[in-house]
């Protein structure tokens, strides 16, 4: 499969190594400085492009990526808010094709499973409150993270006296509140806390290194390559739907 990067941090060199362990070839890397190349022969070539930036550019980068007739790999966040509906369309009535996640983890992918199922038994017990946290480096720019997000609706899907998330201290009694820190290096830790008079259940999600993020992504690419529409993790993963 030709593959091109959006997008060559951390992450894009962790991608570009597992892709290519995995006999896949890149064909074009877009950085900063070179995005002309994006009108390039070499990217029209590529049948998934995979991007990992931020939220200032992904919109654009989408874009510009459609133009050229190039499926999209993204776990690019907080653009979701201003363009997400004008993406969705795009997909689902003018051709496109964006997979979409919030957190390419596997362990994540598996955590959010836990954490519906989790959910659904807490709806049963109103003695528990329920409390998010996560904790990220300090260069991510969003907060809360595009995954506490979704693992928050994970819970308000499932959980009755949960109407909506907040960030940090929740006002009311339907409010799930997510508390986010930013320090050092840290790569991506998830918290989701239920907490009653007598005890407390944590389920936790830690991320030790980018393999986990950078392997779900190609993962990803290697369905997107034959598939249309606006994608995500329930579509790779269907036992995120149970």
Partial sequence: ??????GYGKMGKEIERIALNRG????????????????SEAFRSADVAIEFTNPMVAYSNYMKAFAAGVKVVSGSTGWMDEHGEEIRQLCSTGGKTLFWASNFSLGVVIFSAVNKHLAKIMNQFP???????E?????KLDAPSGTA?????GVLENLDRKSHWVKEDAQQADELPIHSIREGEVFGI?????DSEADSISITHDAKNRKGFALGAVLAAEYTAGKQGYLGMSDLFPFLNE
């Fill in 24 to 39: 896949h070839e890149i064909v074009c890397i877009i950085d900063l400085n070179n995005q002309q190349d994006f009108e």
């Fill in 135 to 139: 904790t990220h480096h300090i260069h």
């Fill in 190 to 194: 998830h918290t989701i806390r239920y």
């Fill in 149 to 153: 997000i979704t693992l928050a609706e």
């Fill in 127 to 133: 003695a528990y409150d329920v409390t998010m946290s």
């Fill in 1 to 6: 499969m030709k593959i091109a990067l959006i």
